[in-house]
Structures are given as C-alpha cells and as structure tokens.
C-alpha cells in the first residue's frame, strides 16, 4: 500500500466522527456515519488513493503502449497511434478512430485499420486507431469493447499524458456502427463523438444528452438506409434538444452527391468535437441501458441484479436535492455524490414525483471513494458519498 494512503487511514481510524443522517421512506440507506470524512480528509484520500493506482498500474500501462496493444475480457486489441500539435498544459486531446470493415476476412479488415490512421489529422492531439479484435460485422458494440476502450483511455491518462476531459471517439462504416452504439453507453467517458456512414441498428440517442454529437452520411448512401436512417436520427436530436436545451447538442449533415465515400468532406467533425469538454457530473442524467449494460453512469449507479438492457432513468440536481423521473424497469438506484456537486456537509433530497425518498446528511467514506474509483479509474468519476433509494412497486415497466 502507498505510504501517503496508509498514513491517512491511520488517522481515519483514530478519529472519532459525530455526523447525522435521516432516511426517508421506501428504505433510503447511506453509508454508517461511524465511517465519515470531512472535506478535507475526503479529498487528500482520493489524491491519495488516485496516486497509488497511478504509481501500480504504470508498468502494465507503458507496456501496454509501447508494444500498442492491450487486452481484456479475453480478447486482445492492437492499435496504431500517431501524435500532433502542441500539448496543452491540461494534456493532450484524444481521439479514437474505428476503422470499416466488418464480418469479412482478416486481411480485409486489416487493410481498413491501416487505412484508419491515415484518414483523419487533428490539429493537436494524440490519434488512436485501434485493430477490432474480431472480424464480425458488430466488431465494434460488442461487450468487450467497452472494457478495452476503458483500457486504452487509462493507458492514455496515465501515461501518455491524455487528458481525460477531451476524450473523443469517432468512426467509419461499421466503426461509425460502434460509435451510434458506444456513445450512449460510454458516454461518461467522452466529450463528444462523431459517426461516420454508420447504421445505429436497435441503439437508442437518450445517453448522448450530456456530449456533442456529430452525423456524417452520404446523401447517396443507401446501403441499410444509412442516409435514411441519418435523417432520422437528425429528427430525433432536433426534438430532445427543443425538449432539453441544456443538452443533445449535435450535428446532422447529409453530404450532397455523394455515397458511402465522402471524399474525406466529414473530417470536419474533429473540429466540431474539439469545442466540448466533458461535464463529468452534469447537472442532468438520461440513462438507458444498452444491450450491453453498465453499473455506473455519471452519478447514477445499481446493482448488478438492477442491470438490465432497457430499463431507463432520469436523474436531476437542484442544489441539494436530487430529482428522479422516467424511471422505466428498476426498482433501486444507487446516487452517487461529490463536493464538487452539492454541500455534502448540509442534508440533501432525493425526490421521486411527489414521495420524497430521502432527506439528510449523507457521510463521505472511504469505502465509496474505493469503489467508485476501482470500478471506472477515473478520478472525476470517483464520488465520496452515496444513498441508496428504493421504489419498489412504483416504477413502470420497460416502454418503447
């Protein structure tokens, strides 16, 4: 264990802690106050602690980059990268580029990834085009890709100097695929994306309200109406940002005259992503599970047995408290809360219509700063404090 880490549990463990909960109805449950930090010890554990990881995983990471390939979830993933511009003083951007292809051989797939690193400059950044592990035509959604992408951003972060604020993900045919699949789900993890002459198949845009997005389609691209199907989803963004302002920020263009090649006309997306900067905890979260499901987004969070494809929630702070709304299919939500959100000193609300779930002082502990970070390795998506609420038969079943 890193000494720092040690010397702060040591005292943590001396200290005495009176604070004070209250729980609301339907069984709210936060963290034994026994346990509590204050805001300062709060902070200096996750230095702490975000330091340790740091120090651990270097070896494995900077090997992982210098022989560019990393592995997961029994797969292994290859990527070429290449550099540019200055690095800022926040780190570099970084963009990660899916290549075309799909349910081919291997050769022809290859032939694409090579492709991939030369089809896109960003003025600065670090240009990633990752191998797809398999050669299916789902090459790009398929569950363990969410693992290797979380992999590769960490080795990014932590050694190569990537900052985790502008991560950006975009890609061509079938990695345009990936991209109307993965933006939704990872969107935690990003700034914005771009999707290029892709097909969304049965994914859905509610995930995307808190990044840029971008849509890049020939106007003659036929091919599973990826035109058609662009145009569609142009519709749909339009009405969630009237509906939403705040979010569902995007842009929709149909290349005139041309098919599934656009002459290299949609590289324009990279300067569009490059004006976001990712809210690690927005104020408002849409999150509907994919086919391949998640147990945190942003600061929401459920259990494995709440982990299904389909089910939905809308969560909204205003100030202290916390609004929960369309919650489709889940009956216990776990938020997950930071001092950079609300004053975790002074009593917060959780609210479901017109029940309010919970009301009190919710203790930061270590034990939450511990599994959050273990889960996404990602300080900014590291909370201290959380309260479970349930709403057993109250919640409506998966809709449409």
């Known amino acids: 264990m890193n000494t ?11 200290l005495t802690m009176t604070a004070t909960t209250a729980q609301g109805g339907n069984g709210a449950k936060a963290q034994p106050v026994a346990t509590a930090l204050s805001r300062a010890e709060s902070a200096a554990m996750l230095k702490g602690l975000w330091d340790a990881h740091v120090k651990t995983m270097l070896p494995a990471v900077r090997d992982e980059w210098e022989r560019k390939v990393v592995q997961g979830d029994g797969h292994s993933m290859k990527f070429e990268y290449r550099i540019y511009g200055v690095k800022p003083k926040q780190g570099w951007d970084l963009y990660l580029s899916f290549h075309g292809g799909g349910s081919t051989t291997a050769q022809v797939n ?51 100097g990537a900052n985790p604020e502008r991560v950006y993900i975009m890609g061509y045919s079938a990695g345009g695929d ?20 892709g097909h969304p198949n049965e994914t859905s845009p509610l995930g995307l309200r808190n990044i840029g997005f971008a849509i890049h389609v020939g106007e003659l691209d036929s091919g599973y109406n990826r035109n058609q199907v662009a145009a569609e989803w142009a519709q749909k963004l339009a009405v969630l ?3 939403d302002p705040a979010g569902y ?19 324009v997306a990279l300067e569009w992503m490059a004006q976001f900067t990712r809210e690690p905890c927005p104020q408002k979260v849409v999150w509907k599970q ?43 939500i776990t938020i997950l809360l930071s001092d950079s ?60």
Not at 4 to 14: D, E, F, G, K, Y
Not at 178 to 197: E, K, T
Request: hydrophobic share 40%; with cysteine.
């Open 249 to 267: 920020r995007h842009v929709v263009k149909l290349h005139k005259g041309l098919g599934h090649w656009m002459n290299r006309e949609d590289a």
């Open 4 to 14: 720092s880490i040690s010397q702060i549990i040591s005292v943590l463990c001396a």
């Open 110 to 160: 290859d032939s694409q990834w090579k492709n991939q690193i030369q089809l896109y400059t960003p003025k600065q950044g670090i240009y990633v085009a990752p191998r797809a592990p398999t050669d299916s035509w789902n090459m790009w959604h398929q569950e363990h890709i969410d693992g290797l992408l979380a992999r590769l951003i960490e080795g990014a972060v932590i050694h190569m």
């Open 341 to 400: 959100m609300l004053d975790l000193d002074q009593p917060i609300k959780v609210q479901w219509q017109d029940q309010t779930l919970f009301h009190g002082v919710v203790p930061r502990t270590r034990a939450t700063l511990l599994r959050t970070l273990n889960n996404k390795h990602d300080p900014r998506l590291c909370f201290a404090a959380e309260v479970t609420v349930e709403i057993k038969g109250n919640c409506t079943m998966k809709r449409g």
């Open 178 to 197: 990936g991209v109307y699949q993965l933006a939704p789900r990872i969107a935690d993890r990003l700034a914005a994306a771009a999707m290029m002459a």
């Open 241 to 243: 940002h009237a509906a």
């Open 290 to 332: 994919d086919d391949v499901t998640h147990t945190q987004f942003y600061w929401l969070s459920v259990s494995a047995e709440e982990t299904r494809a389909g089910t939905e929630i809308t969560a909204e702070r205003k100030g202290q408290t916390i609004l929960l709304s369309n919650i489709t299919g889940i009956e216990e």
